[in-house]
């Protein structure tokens, strides 16, 4: 209960400073929602050599190691193992002929 005029002046005051701690909260609520937006978009934007990679074979459907090679200027071993790793995941299909040469085709499930 209020009993004086000083109480008055100390409730508004209260309310007053109350107020301002909410609105400031929203404020760096808001802020952080920007900031974290932001470093959502970055994110998304990071790309690596295997999405290259995959991207490569989307573009063409099929094309061989050696293109591969040739295209991405990495060593055909690594691209190999990043290869087999695509087939685990069903990506990619790998196709080896007689003479050692391989052909890599995109899986019908992956190509869009």
């Given amino acids: ?14 309310e007053f400073e109350e107020l301002k ?12 929602e920007m900031i974290r937006e932001e470093k959502m978009k970055t994110m998304v934007e990071i790309k690596t ?15 061989s190691l050696k293109d591969l ?5 990495i060593p055909m071993s690594l691209i190999e193992k990043w290869l087999l790793i695509l087939e685990k995941k069903e990506m990619v299909e790998l196709q080896y002929s007689l003479l050692g040469a391989v052909k890599v085709k995109i899986n019908g499930k992956v190509r869009n």
């Fill in 21 to 32: 701690e909410r609105w400031r909260i929203e404020r760096l609520k808001e802020k952080w």
């Fill in 49 to 63: 050599p295997l999405d290259d990679l995959l991207k490569i074979i989307k573009k063409y459907e099929e094309i």
């Fill in 69 to 73: 090679h040739i295209i991405l200027k």
């Fill in 1 to 14: 209960m209020i009993n004086n005029h000083n109480d008055y002046a100390n409730t508004g005051k209260d």
